[in-house]
């Protein structure tokens, strides 16, 4: 790769040599169809080749196919500066006393152009200089427990964050935000929110959808709404905390064991399913929708981490077979969770292998891939006949919350029956008595 044109291939090398375009220069560039203005960037370096890219005035990049026909036109230099500098985080005995975890999400960053990846700016010095606002909120402290992308959470590293969240709980700390990639943020909060018994402070997780450097990013509100409930509600339980609406007014706060991540890119993309959320934040003012929460208190926090990972989780579809239960009853696994179709379906053909698995004594839990509404298992032929085959149903648990709750179940204890019980007690909120109405389609702006 060239030192000089870094990302970029030996034919667009060329053609910016020739004109005398360098990184970081203002090139205006002409097409068939269109003129663009913008900074030459360093590339990806697994980009596509044959491109040219360039930072618009409006803060966006964008590729532009090298052609014959292509006009390329220096017309100044402004060099990228992508490294956010360090300031001193003050200090202000009035304000709560914050702890930032880092697990890898991007809540604030810049961007390396070798690799392609955001880098976080963690530091509270860093997120000082980007979000300045934070030093009017609280008295922030951070640490990066560890550096992942979120499709790469595992169950260790909800135990590890467990640990040191009821450390700095009996701590005496005022609130705890946890920065986290937005992809596995439910399951995270799930399993932290099971984890975490006699929680006595507001636990808040937060992330963006799209990071620092672009200037669409929800990152500094997400921070900044997140720290605010962390700081400052009457909080202490696991919660959700980001935007909440197209407009991007205000964050929403979500039970760590009720949300979902519904959208892949928009950034008011979770949702409360089944209920409403637990409340809203707006220019710095917190206005609690739900009166049933756990509230800060004095108790001692203590992290209950054991956690059974041989557990597996199964969507029905038409056309599913037998092999795919039975792949999980030869691997050993204690547990499966089925996402069944509707009430809490799957096709008949299957019993086989879902009798060989509750014979073989792996716990089988029902829930509805529909994500609203509960399974009823006594309603149709198919749903009794798989309650006496067995299988647990799971009342209005999303089936990601599901998996984690029943990992962790199987941590606990192995007796069936006990086993059982606990899936059918209401541990951290995960399931409801009943669905609201609203639930379905709640508008948080008229909430």
């Not at 990302?7 to 097409?31: M, N, P, Q, R």
């Not at 010095?125 to 609280?138: H, N, W």
Request: proline share 4%; with cysteine; hydrophobic share 35%.
């Amino acid at each position: 790769m060239s030192e000089e044109y870094p990302g970029y291939s030996k034919d667009a090398i060329e053609v910016l040599k020739k004109v005398g375009a360098e990184i970081w220069s203002i090139v205006e560039i002409k097409t068939q169809s269109a003129t663009y203005k913008g900074i030459l960037l360093p590339r990806y370096q697994l980009s596509e080749p044959g491109f040219i890219e360039i930072k618009l005035e409006s803060g966006y990049n964008i590729g532009i196919k090298l052609t014959k026909d292509i006009d390329i036109k220096v017309v100044g230099k402004r060099e990228g500066k992508y490294q956010i500098p360090e300031k001193s985080f003050p200090t202000n005995k009035k304000l709560p006393n914050i702890k930032l975890f880092g697990t890898g999400g991007t809540v604030a960053s810049r961007l390396d152009y070798t690799t392609g990846a955001v880098i976080p700016a963690f530091t509270p010095g860093e997120l000082f200089s980007a979000v300045p606002e934070l030093a009017d909120i609280c008295n922030l402290d951070t640490e990066i427990v560890f550096e992942i992308l979120s499709e790469n959470m595992r169950p260790s590293y909800w135990q590890q964050l467990a640990t040191k969240i009821e450390k700095e709980a009996n701590s005496g700390i005022d609130g705890i935000v946890i920065g986290h990639g937005t992809d596995t943020m439910g399951f995270t909060s799930a399993a932290l929110s099971f984890m975490l018994k006699d929680l006595s402070v507001p636990v808040v997780i937060v992330g963006s959808q799209r990071s620092s450097d672009r200037p669409s990013s929800d990152s500094a509100l997400n921070l900044i709404n997140a720290t605010t409930v962390a700081a400052n509600s009457d909080l202490a339980e696991v919660v959700v905390c980001m935007l909440g609406s197209s407009s991007h007014k205000y964050g929403l706060i979500h039970r760590g064991t009720l949300v979902r991540k519904m959208h892949s890119s928009v950034r008011h993309t979770f949702r409360t399913i089944g209920d409403i959320p637990l409340g809203k934040v707006e220019n710095g003012k917190i206005k609690m929708l739900k009166r049933e929460y756990r509230k800060r208190n004095k108790s001692k926090t203590k992290a209950i981490t054991d956690f059974e990972e041989k557990v597996g989780l199964v969507y029905s579809y038409p056309g599913i077979t037998n092999d795919i239960i039975d792949f999980y009853v030869d691997e050993k696994y204690k547990g499966i969770v089925i996402a069944g179709t509707g009430l809490g379906h799957t096709p008949t053909y299957i019993y086989d292998s879902i009798k060989r698995a509750t014979d073989e004594g792996i716990v089988l839990l029902m829930v509805t891939q529909c994500l609203n509404g509960f399974v009823g298992m006594n309603v149709y032929s198919t749903g009794r006949e798989l309650l006496e085959l067995g299988v647990i149903a799971g009342k209005n648990m999303l089936p990601e919350v599901a998996y984690v709750k029943l990992g962790w179940v199987l941590g606990q204890t192995q007796n069936p029956e006990e086993v059982k019980n606990l899936l059918l007690t209401n541990v951290a909120g995960e399931f409801l008595e009943r669905e609201i109405p609203i639930a379905f389609n709640y508008n948080a702006e008229e909430l």
